[in-house]
T-cell receptor, first 109, second 117 residues
Framework: LAKTTQPISMDSYEGQEVNITCSHN???????ITWYQQFPSQGPRFIIQ???TKVTNEVASLFIPADRKSSTLSLPRVSLSDTAVYYC??????????FGAGTRLTVKP | GAVVSQHPSRVICKSGTSVKIECRSL??????MFWYRQFPKQSLMLMAT?????????EQGVEKDKFLINHASLTLSTLTVTSAHPEDSSFYIC?????????????FGPGTRLTVL
């Protein structure tokens, strides 16, 4: 199982772009990278998933370098409602079910 | 699509009683469901993985006789906390993986807040 390392917390201001990086040095060939968002007392919500290079959807972008040993979640123009804990998970099939500590993002006005 | 529900959303019980939590995939079939526990300010901790029609696989340190998991159908898994004690008070979250299509993503339920008095 690829272990992940993220910053414990980050602060930002409304309207800024936020980049959260996750390190996964022992990622395996078949592993995908998935990011989730969690608000207090709610289940995690899927944000984005990727394997390599760049993936973009309506809420975020995911950048994965060629060696895939890290990934960066990019949130454009954050708002107060983006204050949450963000988790990156790395794995394949039923082996990507274990969460790391996550990054607590606080967006300030 | 890909909605997972949990019932109840909140439960308070007396010490020594058993509590059952249901996890349902509403619009897809889930061959695999996962149960997590989350204490305040902490990350989600995987408790067990359940596959439809077979016994659940428990993570190390999780008592299978205390946390009974039944995955009786492709849309329902239940977690029963037997003889609950105050230290079992936590936020329990389930997730489900679709049996078809993209099987790389799991969909989470809203969680169940268990308080044991």
């Amino acid at each position: 199982l690829a272990k992940t390392t993220q910053p414990i917390s980050m602060d930002s201001y409304e309207g800024q772009e936020v980049n959260i990086t996750c390190s996964h040095n022992n990622i395996a060939t078949n592993d995908y990278i998935t990011w989730y968002q969690q608000f207090p007392s709610q289940g995690p919500r899927f944000i984005i998933q990727g394997y390599k290079t760049k993936v973009t959807n309506e809420v975020a972008s995911l950048f994965i370098p060629a060696d895939r040993k890290s990934s960066t979640l990019s949130l454009p123009r954050v708002s107060l409602s983006d204050t949450a804990v963000y988790y990156c998970l790395v794995g394949e099939g039923n082996n990507d079910m274990r969460f790391g500590a996550g990054t607590r993002l606080t967006v300030k006005p | 699509g890909a909605v997972v529900s949990q019932h109840p959303s909140r439960v308070i019980c007396k010490s020594g009683t058993s509590v059952k939590i249901e996890c349902r995939s509403l619009d897809f079939q889930a061959t695999t469901m996962f149960w997590y526990r989350q204490f305040p300010k902490q990350s989600l901790m995987l408790m067990a993985t359940s596959n439809e029609g077979s016994k659940a696989t428990y993570e190390q340190g999780v008592e299978k006789d205390k946390f009974l998991i039944n995955h009786a159908s492709l849309t329902l898994s239940t977690l029963t906390v037997t003889s609950a004690h105050p230290e079992d008070s936590s936020f329990y979250i389930c997730s489900a993986r679709s049996a078809s299509g993209d099987n790389r993503s799991q969909y989470f339920g809203p969680g169940t807040r268990l308080t044991v008095l």
